[in-house]
């Protein structure tokens, strides 16, 4: 190779490279919406309607929110309620032989769903599921990070039910049946309060115990608790998000806004300009 046609490799590579650079773009686009309110055994109209804001708001994150979504449910409240609301779907019941393969596929589903915890006094999954979820927190991770919705509705009064989550702290003890309202978050993403239906979880608040500052109340309750702030959150959403597991253990996080360089690309960025720079020092050389 000449030296003319070096010059003119190294920078065209640069060019390249500047291209990749400020065309990066965030794949991340998951929204995570959990409920302590047991919608799926209620059924009630209050709890329709938000169990059909629920799913919009986790599917719009999805390439193709149109797509049918994966419900894990050990009975047939989930279920009957998805049918209810027109909504299509596979439903993974642990109680029944096992599903093969990785089955949380972002281009066959556009969000996953999962049905409250027996707890609730009579609700559907038992502890098995929340383990078999446990046991898939690598699939799902990856699922959420392709734009897959994540829907969870209440974990009752057991402790590890959202543990394949991470950062998310949820306190027990119902807030009662009444007196839930929508924060201007809630109006926001089109997410209406649920009255007349008893709860049996609720949430920290976002940045304490635990719980990400990322979360957005959508809907507190004004009864109150003693190891929480006054009106305690009942539904938490996180839109746009992305989760990362470095060796001190997984978190959630926002990427950076589309077109935004990231710190690996703005290292190529550094290494794109100093080439060109050497370039041009060698050519006037």
Known sequence: ????????????????????????????????????HDNDFHQSTGARAQTTAMMNFARAGSTNPGLKVLAFDQGSELTSLLTLLGIAFDNVDLDAPGPAGNIFNPATYSAMVVASHQSCGGCDNTVATSNYLLAHQTDINAFFNAGGGIVSFTSGSEPTYYNWLPQVAAAFGSPGSTGFYQTPAGATLGVPAVNGDATHNFFREPGT???????????????????????????????????????????????????????????????????????AWRKRS
């Open 1 to 36: 190779m000449t030296r003319k046609m070096a010059k003119r490799l190294m920078v065209l590579t640069c060019m390249i490279a500047l291209i990749a650079c400020f065309g990066v773009t965030s794949a991340f686009a998951g929204n995570i919406i959990l409920t302590g």
């Open 209 to 279: 115990f635990g719980t990400s500052s990322l979360w957005q109340v959508l809907e507190r309750n004004t009864v109150g608790t003693t190891d929480t702030a006054d009106d305690p959150a009942e539904t938490i959403a996180l839109s746009g998000g992305a989760i990362i597991c470095p060796p001190e253990g997984c978190i959630i996080v926002v990427p950076p806004p589309t077109g935004a360089p990231e710190p690996s690309s703005l290292v190529l960025l550094w290494t794109s300009l100093i080439g060109l720079s050497l370039a």
